[in-house]
């Protein structure tokens, strides 16, 4: 997809590669990862938008934070590569931040809205 297919001013976010035999580790990965002010891992919280790994297994993942002043945002991406190094067959790992489309909280799955008391 190219940027004038996308509407001005939306995320240029790919879709995950759900396919890849890599994807379900690098999910529970990231599901190890948790936002320490909040008792629910990053992944089921929607912090992480696309994980991309491309056929070298070179994993990129884009992900937010719950805000943009968020006191863990220098260290979070970190974090979640050094989940995800680890994983066999893992080349490199690359996490980007993004502040578009912001975080809400109908981001969540089912699961953290439970935790949290939402539901």
């Not at 992944?43 to 805000?67: F, K, P, S």
Request: hydrophobic fraction near 40%; glycine fraction near 6%; include cysteine.
């Amino acid at each position: 997809m190219s940027p004038s297919d996308q509407l001005e001013g939306a995320p240029l976010i790919k879709p995950s590669s759900t396919d890849h035999p890599l994807h379900e580790q690098v999910v529970e990965a990231c599901r190890s990862v948790y936002d320490p002010e909040i008792p629910v891992n990053i992944y089921d919280l929607g912090l992480v938008y696309t994980i991309d790994i491309n056929e070298a297994n070179e994993v990129n993942v884009i992900m937010t934070l719950t805000a943009p002043g968020c006191p863990v945002a220098g260290e979070m991406p970190g974090w979640v590569a050094e989940a995800i190094e680890p994983l066999a067959g893992v080349k490199h790992v690359d996490v980007e931040l993004t502040w578009e489309p912001p975080w809400g909280m109908d981001m969540m799955s089912d699961e953290a809205r439970l935790e949290l008391g939402f539901m």
